[in-house]
Structures are given as C-alpha cells and as structure tokens.
C-alpha cells in the first residue's frame, strides 16, 4: 500500500467517500424538496386566482369550493412534509459539505496543519451530518408536540 503525502488530498479514503455520498444524498434531497414546494406553491397560487374569477363568472359552487378545498389541501401537503424547511436545511449542509471537500482538496483551513487530514474529515463530515439530523429530530418532535 502507498502513502499518499500529507499534502495531498485522498480521494479513495472511506471519509472522502462518505463525503461524497453525503453531497450526493443532501445535494438531490434539496432539489427534491424545492421541486415539490415550488410546484404546490404554483398550484396553490393559480387555484387561489382562479377563485374570485369563477365567482364572478357565477360558476357552480362546487368549482370555487373546490378550488377551495385544493388551496388547503396542498397547504397541508406543504406543512406536512414540511418541503421549505427541509430544502433550506438540506441545501444548507450540502453548502457546507461543499466548503469542507474544499478545504480537504485544498489542504487549507483546519486541513492545512491537520496530521491526519482523512480523520479530521471523517469527524466534519460526521458533525455536520449529526447536526442537520439533531435538527430534524427536533422539529419533529415540536411537530408532534403540536398535534397532541
């Protein structure tokens, strides 16, 4: 097995992997959520135009009081799977899993003196993950709390 030198980064370690996966997994996870938010946000915001407009036009009830019901049923789609939240949280560690595989690749920061830079990853890595996990378990928990 070769040493890889202290100034270059690893690319094949186990903490760059995980490093990647993690981009990977937060990177599509954001996107996600942002698609879906966005496109219930346009539903409901085209449902909630259309509802003085078919009034005015004197359609049947059932139209404005369906357009109605759709108005609250995609907002409590959005609530319930919390899709803004969860994209800005998600967007927000993949932010800063992209500013650690930098300074890694870069050898700069906390990795520039760091001995065993691969380890130093491993624990960054590890923390931001637990953090944002920390995070969700707490809003789902206050969620909970506010159903019961």
Known sequence: ???VAPDVADET????QRLEE???WYDSKAELNQGWYRRLK???LVAAAVVPVAAGQSAPAWVTG???ALIVVVEGIQ???QLQPNWSTY???CEALKHEKFLYLSRAGHYASATRPEALLAERVEGLVSQEHASWSSAQEEAGAGER
């Open 42 to 44: 346009v539903l409901q």
């Open 13 to 16: 370690s186990a903490a760059y």
């Open 1 to 3: 097995m070769t040493a």
């Open 79 to 81: 609530q319930l799977f």
């Open 22 to 24: 993690q981009l990977n």
């Open 91 to 93: 967007r927000s560690t």
């Open 66 to 68: 369906g357009l109605g």
